[in-house]
């Protein structure tokens, strides 16, 4: 979110020529310097206001977002939203910010239910329970993204299980470790 301006060094003689260096000029327009890049040129970056509240709030929100820090990011977009009532920008990062708590939310779900699907798989195919393992299996393979390797092992494995239900084998164990 830095705002840049490069100044060139010659762009500065003027600066210099009333008694200023680059550095002091700068911070008089409440900016702030950084050293000059391989080109020979002065960055000078803009920074909030002290009174800025919104600035400061959207900044601190993009850094959070960045570094995947949701809670914070949306704690001061909200901020920035009450600095600046109905603002577009703050409207669209808290939007985004939210979106990507939502995902998270979901992605835990489903390793939540990827976790317990594989206990019930477990002990299904210990208790011989081929319609239960199999139910689990198809419901793994629509959790599991396609084309990865995972997924293709629970489609062989559920070709697998498909042959002990067609053998009809131990149907005293049948469905009896699967709820409902």
């Not at 210990?126 to 990865?148: E, F, M, N, Q, Y």
Request: charged share 20%; with cysteine.
């Amino acid at each position: 979110m830095r705002r840049g301006i490069r100044y060139g060094l010659m762009g500065s003689s003027l600066l210099l020529g009333l008694g200023f260096t680059p550095m002091a000029a700068a911070a008089i327009n409440g900016f702030v310097t950084h050293p000059a890049d391989a080109a020979g040129q002065l960055t000078i970056a803009s920074t909030p206001a002290a009174g800025d509240d919104y600035t400061r709030a959207m900044e601190i929100g993009y850094a959070a977002t960045e570094q995947g820090d949701y809670q914070t990011a949306l704690i001061n977009f909200r901020r920035a939203l009450q600095a600046r009532p109905g603002d577009r920008y703050a409207l669209d990062a808290l939007a985004n910010v939210e979106s990507y708590i939502q995902q998270q939310r979901a992605a835990a779900a489903r390793q939540q239910e990827i976790a317990e699907l594989q206990v019930r798989l477990t002990r299904a195919v210990a208790a011989k329970d081929w319609a239960c393992a199999a139910t689990t299996v198809d419901r793994l393979i629509t959790l599991v993204p396609p084309g990865s390797s995972d997924r293709a092992k629970l489609v062989a494995y559920r070709g697998e299980l498909a042959g002990f239900l067609e053998a009809r084998t131990n149907l005293d164990a049948w469905s009896t470790i699967c709820p409902g």
